[in-house]
Nanobody, 126 residues
Framework: QVQLVESGGGSVQAGGSLRLSCAAS????????MGWFRQAPGKEREFVAA????????YYADSVKGRFTISRDVAKNTVYLQMNSLKPEDTAVYSC???????????????????WGQGTQVTVSS
């Protein structure tokens, strides 16, 4: 049984930082990818960042490029999202996702992912 467990969410003031973690268990994704998506109240889920597991190739939404960094620890089967210079518009529930097939640019699409975590709340106050 595959499980993705996020941690690291919380409340922070604008300009602050948070680091999210997502630990995968039940299988590895050596030829796949993992990603982060977010959903704010009343808005659709949107892509944030993704990383190819084998080579560490990264993908970012334009809205977070230069502020967020996605990384992975292969030994721990864990993906991280370092979020700096947070803005109130970053407030959302952040969910990690995993796919067994690295679809490269397709990693930006939620439908590319087979497994999802339960989500963690990030709140940025002005």
């Amino acid at each position: 049984q595959v499980q993705l467990v996020e941690s690291g969410g919380g409340s922070v003031q604008a300009g602050g930082s948070l680091r999210l973690s997502c630990a995968a268990s039940g299988r590895t994704f050596s030829n796949g990818a993992m990603g982060w998506f977010r959903q704010a109240p009343g808005k659709e889920r949107e892509f944030v960042a993704a990383i190819g597991w084998k080579y560490g190739t990264t993908y970012y939404a334009d809205s977070v490029k230069g502020r967020f960094t996605i990384s992975r620890d292969v030994a721990k089967n864990t993906v991280y999202l370092q979020m700096n210079s947070l803005k109130p518009e970053d407030t959302a529930v952040y969910s990690c996702a995993a796919t067994t097939v690295n679809q490269r640019s397709g990693n930006r699409r939620a439908l590319s992912y087979d497994y999802w975590g339960q989500g963690t709340q990030v709140t940025v106050s002005s």
